[in-house]
């Protein structure tokens, strides 16, 4: 299986700060990579597919860029709102895998 | 509005068994492949299985192969997910998500809100 690795596993920052999250796949997954934002008790909500497509409704202060083994996502300028866990997911194989998440805390 | 309802969760015992089910509406679902994701109680994302938008393909992460079974019913526009053997690392919030038309291996765009299965004696 590939292995997704995202750093940081935790991120503590303020509102309006630029904030960046990265994900590294164990061997290259082209640009099928997706980012997903999760909140306490809530189903994940897709960000980001195509490693910089943004999904319909999603903010454009969301971006993804990337492709191989090396991924970000960036937040430009943090909002209340997003205080919340990310992940990144490959789907380059029919064994889809997930990141350990990146928990976005504030300062 | 597109809109996924899992529901059959509950208490098991170990190596009991268990059928989740998730409804599906505000799409065609029979054009879509559909996969199952997991979440242990503060942990991460885990995939579990997924279904070609026919049913005639099938994928299973290798914590569950052998034990769970995914399947569809078209006609009723339900995915399902039978869970056997269930061991105390199963217990989790199963989440249903839609996948793509073409192909299996897809970003998720809708999740369901998630069913709790708990595995304890």
């Not at chain 1, 189903?43 to 971006?63: D, H, Q, W």
């Not at chain 2, 509950?10 to 998730?22: A, D, E, H, I, M």
């Not at chain 2, 679902?29 to 109680?41: D, E, G, L, T």
């Not at chain 2, 038309?101 to 708990?118: F, R």
Request: hydrophobic share 35%; with cysteine.
């Amino acid at each position: 299986d590939i292995q997704m690795t995202q750093s940081p596993s935790t991120l503590s920052a303020s509102v309006g700060d630029r904030v960046t999250i990265t994900c590294r796949a164990s061997q290259s997954i082209s640009s099928w990579l997706a980012w997903y934002q999760q909140k306490p008790g809530k189903a994940p909500k897709l960000l980001i597919y195509k490693a910089s497509s943004l999904e319909s409704g999603v903010p454009s202060r969301f971006s993804g860029s990337g492709s191989g083994t090396e991924f970000t996502l960036t937040i430009s300028s943090l909002q209340p709102d997003d205080f919340a866990t990310y992940y990144c997911q490959q789907y380059n194989s029919y064994s889809l895998t997930f990141g350990g998440g990146t928990k976005v805390e504030i300062k | 509005e597109v809109q996924l309802v899992e529901s059959g969760g509950g208490l098991v015992q170990p190596g009991g068994s268990l059928r989740l089910s998730c409804a599906a509406s505000g799409f065609t679902f029979s054009s879509y492949a559909m996969h199952w994701v997991r979440q242990a109680p503060g942990k991460g994302l885990e995939y579990v299985s997924a279904i070609s938008s026919n049913g005639g393909s099938t994928y299973y992460a290798n914590s569950v192969k052998g034990r769970f079974t995914i399947s569809r019913d078209n006609s009723k526009n339900t995915l399902y997910l039978q869970m056997g053997s269930l061991r105390a690392e199963d217990m989790a919030v199963y989440y249903c998500a839609r996948g793509d038309i073409v192909v299996v291996p897809a970003a998720l765009d809708y999740w369901g809100q998630g069913t709790l299965v708990t595995v304890s004696s």
